[in-house]
């Protein structure tokens, strides 16, 4: 099979193309196949609104719910086997791509439970166990960047896990995030493991800091407030960007790790499918292509990249400073920016977690309705 020559470009530009999406569908179709010999997808990302959706359409789980019924298994555990084993499946897919990439690709991701975002130690010891059940070499946890969630990357990363830094939103934000990477490190480095088999990533999230900033903008009305309207997700991953650059290619604490064979923490590109039907449809793609970066893309995204991207090179190095300006302005207009991005941390919370109580209610009923046939 032929690989899409503007995704091949994407790649050789330094991006590693990751599907937002996994299914068991997906997975015994060939689908998942096909994309990586078709679409240069080297990865895959997972989180619980994901999960919901797979499991509430078809019956490609009906199966393995009977099955766990009959077991007398809880409504938790079932949602536990159902959602490691398509994660596990689709690390084995991968396998040959992280191999060949020295493990940077070939990643799948998991989420923790939702509900303990803002629980340290419940969050690191859930890590721990996923780590252990799913049982990959090419597994990502994902755990998200709340205030409580950083000592948990920190104490997950010590123990020699890898993980998928998700919901950052903010420049500031972010280097507490690479901060916990870093001191994860130390605490393994101390422990005398293996740092070359360490690695994470960092998902930063782009179209929702436009939803959030536009709808402010739209309610101020003023010609120079609407002129902003489009611009914030791109300058707010391109500081982010910088920001990652001053750690992880100047900085003195990762030189020192990096000598002992640590792996940066390359930043990832989440939340790229546009919701607005005024701007490009590839706008998170084109404008985001940067050496040593993830784009995560939901399949739609990925299609439209794959028919009609242009992508001409590196479009983030050494445009911090123009990126700034956008926010300078932004604040000059009166967007509370700090607001912006509590508010975003909150809803991505809220998401996630309703997401899950709505799989937790589904499954319930299935199980439910297992026992009763």
Known sequence: MTQNANLEKLSAAGVSVWLDDLSRTRI???????????????????NPSIFQAALSKGEAYDAQVN???????DVEATIRTITTDDVR???????????????????????????????TDQTAAQAIELWKIVDRPNLLIKIPATEAGLPAIAKTIGEGISVNVTLIFSVERYR?????????????????????KIHSVASFFVSRVDTEIDARLDKDGSDEALALRGKAGVA????????????????????????????RQRPLWASTGVKNPDYSDVMYVTDLVAPNTVNTMPEKTLEAVADHAKITGD??????????????????????????????????VDKF???????LDATEEQLQAANKS
Request: charged share 25%; hydrophobic share 40%; net charge negative.
């Open 28 to 46: 015994q179709s060939g689908n998942l196949v096909e994309l990586i010999n078709t679409r240069s997808v080297v990865g895959v990302t997972t």
């Open 176 to 196: 507490l995030v690479m901060d916990a990477y870093l001191e994860g490190l130390e605490i393994a480095k101390a422990a005398g493991r293996d740092l070359t």
């Open 89 to 119: 499946d689709a690390c084995d897919i991968f396998l040959p791509v992280y191999e060949s990439s020295g493990g940077v690709d070939g990643r799948v991701s998991i989420e923790v439970d939702p509900y303990l975002a803002f629980e």
């Open 353 to 359: 977690t309703k997401s899950w109580k709505e799989l």
């Open 67 to 73: 099955e766990l019924a009959a077991r007398g298994a």
């Open 315 to 348: 479009t983030v190095s050494n445009k911090a400073g123009n990126a700034q300006k956008v926010f300078d302005q932004l604040s000059a207009a009166g967007i509370d920016l700090p607001d912006v991005f509590r508010v975003l941390e909150t809803e991505g």
């Open 236 to 263: 707010n991953a391109v500081l982010a960007y910088d920001a990652y650059q001053d750690v992880f290619e100047t900085g003195d604490r990762f030189t020192e790790l990096q000598a002992v064979g640590a792996n």
